[in-house]
């Protein structure tokens, strides 16, 4: 089987690769692991998703080894590993065609140009890796307008002290707000505060095929049965595959990517729905199966050339990865304070609130300063992004209601009249209105992808190791944003307010691994995402990323893979002439 193009992978990162190569001309085939599932297969099911992680693999057959940070009884540090199948920590996030862009929330927030340059703007913070990217902000805007406009981004520019600059303005208006978003909006002007609406990846009219969006309100990890939210399969793969020119496979595992000799590729390897083994040529290979995927197939590429792994003679695969530092807070809104129209507008259920905080993008604050003295001084430093939202959908409200605190904090789980009352309570007497916090996950030398020597998956083949150490400085951020949050939510009336930020990774936000830079010494691929290495090997998802940005990483993957298509298809069709 020749293609010109093979693409390992298939969401954020890998569809816009079969998308523009096919509307070039190119033979494009994408390998995916999981199934192809459409509209129709994405019902809102809250136990499939919320209980059963139903779009991901089983962890009894494949699995991670997560290595956390414990201390002795000599109060010093040292690594262990457990298996997901041990812990139940699943790090899929979708293991399906279109990747986990099917179930993201489409919170589509640019990076801005202060992202691009972090060690510059900010100098080095011990323990940490930062580098300056490769390439500026404005050479990678024109794709974010790219992306608005393919995949389908619903939003309005208003001004800000951080926005980022703008070429358009979004090419469909905002999809239907809850009323909530203008409490949001009076209160944050009362005090101080600039409140922005959210952009996000969800048609809010039909185009391209698609239908918009039905405002079910089972969004965030559901897949969308209108086709609205812009998943890399509704918005790009189908329309790749009617040109003709784009072969999907799923149930296709890549386990191997062969080399000769001299170090060029020779196939990709994988197997097949019946755990047959099959092989792929092509002229240029492209991974894209997530970062810690990406850096685990890399890894286990070894050939005579590349004995510790493809493009890895410098040892910097699946080093420096990325996750996205911050927490959570909340508060409720109880009703028996509230007037009755206040009432029903926070029973509303479908529409989005869309409204967030980058007041403290950059972070320029005394008080800041004084908390942190060994990490800013000077109180300046890199911030992040507020979001707020709802959790709508019954189960996700409901849980934690079984659990009850008794006057010494202890919690036990409670049954029967009791849980009755509590559900009772959670879903008549108030409303929870809760917000997350996005700021950089520093790249340090305990946070990295290796192979694990003892635990396989089910074809026989080495999982991921996964450290996931963090730096003290992301905590600082996101507890200094996090007040901010909690501050907006006691100035708007709410109760019982409170927040958290945790060291623990959230694995649906993973890039790094596969660095790009203009050293091969500190990084794996150059600017164009092209392996230092290996001439006819690119990465494009999220590996690529040297630092993540304070907010999601989807729409600058998206964006990057649309700037990195442009120099596949040159590289392509000098091949094509040369052959």
Request: one cysteine or more; proline letters at 4%; charged letters at 20%.
């Amino acid at each position: 089987m020749d293609f010109d193009i093979c693409i390992v992978g298939s969401g954020a990162g890998a569809s816009p690769i079969a998308y523009r190569l096919s509307q070039a001309g190119a033979k494009v085939v994408v390998l995916e692991k999981g199934p192809w599932l459409t509209e129709k297969e994405f019902f809102k099911d809250e136990q499939t998703i919320s209980l059963h992680d139903a779009y991901n693999p089983s962890l009894t057959d494949e699995q991670h080894v997560i290595e956390e940070e414990y201390l002795d009884d000599n109060n010093e540090s040292y690594w262990q590993g457990e298996s997901t199948s041990e812990s139940g920590w699943s790090w899929w996030n979708g293991t399906v065609v279109g990747g986990s862009s099917n179930f993201m929330s489409g919170y589509f927030h640019r990076l801005k140009p202060i992202d691009f340059r972090l060690k510059s703007e900010f100098g080095d913070i011990k323990g940490a890796n930062v580098a300056d990217w490769p390439i500026s902000y404005d050479e990678l805007e024109p794709f974010y307008a790219m992306v608005e406009k393919e995949v389908g981004v619903s939003g309005k520019a208003v001004k800000h002290p951080h926005q980022e600059p703008r070429s358009t303005d979004f090419p469909y208006p905002p999809v239907a707000e809850l009323p909530v978003a203008s409490w949001i909006d009076q209160t944050a002007s009362e005090i101080g505060f600039h409140a922005i609406p959210v952009p996000r990846a969800i048609l809010s009219q039909p185009d391209k095929g698609r239908r918009s969006c039905e405002y079910s309100g089972y969004c965030s990890s559901y897949g969308c049965s209108s086709g609205a939210k812009g998943s890399g399969r509704a918005a790009l793969l189908n329309q790749a595959v009617a040109s003709g020119n784009c072969t999907i496979k799923p149930n296709s595992k890549v386990y191997n990517i062969a080399t000769n000799k001299a170090g060029e590729i020779t196939a990709v390897q994988f197997y097949d729905a019946v755990g047959k083994r099959q092989q792929i040529r092509a002229k240029i290979y492209v991974v894209a199966c997530q970062a810690v995927e990406t850096s685990r197939l890399l890894l286990a590429s070894k050939g005579e050339k590349f004995p510790y792994g493809l493009a890895n003679n410098n040892q910097q695969v699946g080093k420096n990865l990325l996750f996205s530092g911050g927490g959570t807070g909340q508060g409720d809104f109880l009703y028996n304070e509230l007037s009755d129209e206040k009432v029903a507008q926070l029973k509303q259920v479908g529409p989005f609130i869309n409204r967030a905080l980058q007041d403290w993008y950059q972070i320029n604050d005394k008080q800041f300063a004084k908390a942190n003295e060994g990490i800013s001084p000077t109180g300046q430093a890199k911030g992040g992004t507020i979001d707020f939202l709802f959790h709508q959908n019954p189960i996700a409200r409901a849980q934690g209601s079984q659990w009850q605190e008794d006057d010494n904090g202890v919690e036990s789980l409670v049954w029967g009249e009791q849980l009755k009352q509590a559900l009772k309570q959670e879903f008549t007497t108030y409303k929870t209105l809760r917000f997350e916090v996005f700021n950089d996950w520093l790249p340090t030398n305990d946070c990295f992808v290796s192979l694990d020597e003892d635990v396989t998956d089910k074809w026989g083949d080495p999982v991921a190791k996964v450290r996931i150490g963090f730096h003290n400085h992301d905590l600082e951020v996101g507890a200094f944003l996090a007040e901010k949050g909690e501050q907006l939510l006691t100035a708007m009336g709410a109760k019982n307010v409170s927040s958290s930020v945790s060291g623990y990774p959230s694995s649906n936000l993973m890039a790094g691994g596969c660095r790009f830079g203009n050293d091969p010494k500190t990084s794996v691929l150059n600017k164009n995402c092209q392996a230092h290495e290996v001439e006819n090997l690119y990465v494009t998802d999220g590996s690529f990323m040297p630092t993540g940005g304070s907010v999601p990483y989807t729409f600058t993957i998206y964006a990057n893979s649309f700037r990195v298509a442009e120099k596949i298809t040159e590289h392509w069709q000098v091949l094509s002439q040369q052959s």
